[in-house]
């Protein structure tokens, strides 16, 4: 929903609940997982690269879904706020780190609602988000309409979580986004290298995941593709990975639809009917797995 404030498009706060009461409607879309490459800190240039790739993914592709990669839009910058020794340079990065931060009201979020209402689309937008003294690496999930109805905080730092800047925060939880083409998951990143965030999406009903990433990525017989690959058959869902060097479109047997490289648009024809979901997880035995609880992570293991 948009509303006009002074001759500009306003797009309201989250609304995670929109679609929360309707019934799946769309049994198959098409998706498209966009490989752009960043230019870090310069958001002008990087919207720019979005906004062409968005429009010829929607146009040319018909695509109705389309993800971009993680921190796509300042460029993935907290690697460089991480390697900096000298204290008075990390201080300079640091405030800058702050500066190129993007509110979830902030100018190039509205421009990401404007293009996916205008489109028609539901656009997967990475950045570096500023939410009061906090800092994370969000993920949203934009409607037709232009309305924010998913968001996502990274919740597993590579680096650790010491060496982060103090106000760069891990979210601490795992929400599924209702949309007309079934529930959807997103996890970022790093997030994909543990089995537990892709386990718990996918018990609370999710239909498809997707993980925005910038970091690493390997050929069709490395260790990532495997480990995507993992994921969507453990899982039952198709996961669509989308990193700036690379796009890979999985079903939920854990086979390669497709994939891409730099700078290319990949499309995927994803069938989400419920009938795809029934009895996934019915040979499970949660009461045999409490000792996950009662051991919980000692240091050093």
């Not at 730092?157 to 079934?182: L, M, Q, R, S």
Request: aromatic content about 12%.
């Amino acid at each position: 929903m948009l509303i006009f404030i002074q001759g500009v498009v306003k797009s309201q706060n989250y609304y995670p609940e929109k679609y929360k009461f309707e019934a799946q409607s769309i049994s198959t879309v098409r998706i498209a997982s966009l490989s752009i490459v960043p230019d870090k800190w310069e958001k002008e240039i990087n919207w720019n690269r979005i906004e062409m790739m968005v429009r010829k993914a929607s146009g040319e592709g018909g695509a109705k879904v389309i993800v971009t990669p993680e921190g796509i839009l300042d460029g993935y910058v907290i690697e460089e706020a991480n390697s900096i020794k000298d204290l008075t340079e990390k201080n300079k990065i640091l405030a800058k780190f702050q500066d190129v931060a993007e509110p979830i009201n902030g100018t190039y979020i509205q421009r990401a609602c404007n293009l996916a209402n205008e489109l028609n689309i539901f656009l997967i937008l990475g950045f570096l988000e500023s939410r009061g003294a906090s800092l994370y690496n969000t993920a949203i999930l934009i409607d037709p309409e232009g309305d924010i109805t998913g968001r996502y905080c990274k919740t597993h730092f590579a680096e650790g979580y010491d060496i982060k800047p103090d106000d760069y925060t891990p979210g601490n939880e795992y929400p599924v986004f209702d949309t007309p083409f079934g529930k959807a998951g997103i996890i970022i990143c790093y997030d994909r290298q543990l089995p537990e965030p892709a386990r718990i999406i996918a018990l609370k009903g999710a239909q498809i995941l997707f993980v925005p990433a910038y970091g690493s990525y390997t050929d069709e017989n490395g260790w990532n593709t495997v480990l995507m690959r993992t994921r969507a058959y453990e899982n039952k869902f198709p996961v669509v990975f989308c990193n700036p060097f690379q796009s890979l479109l999985i079903d939920r047997n854990g086979n390669i639809n497709a994939m891409g490289t730099a700078g290319e648009i990949v499309y995927f024809d994803v069938n989400t009917s419920p009938r795809n979901y029934e009895g996934r997880f019915k040979n499970r035995r949660a009461e045999t797995y409490k000792e996950i609880f009662e051991i919980g992570t000692p240091l050093n293991r």
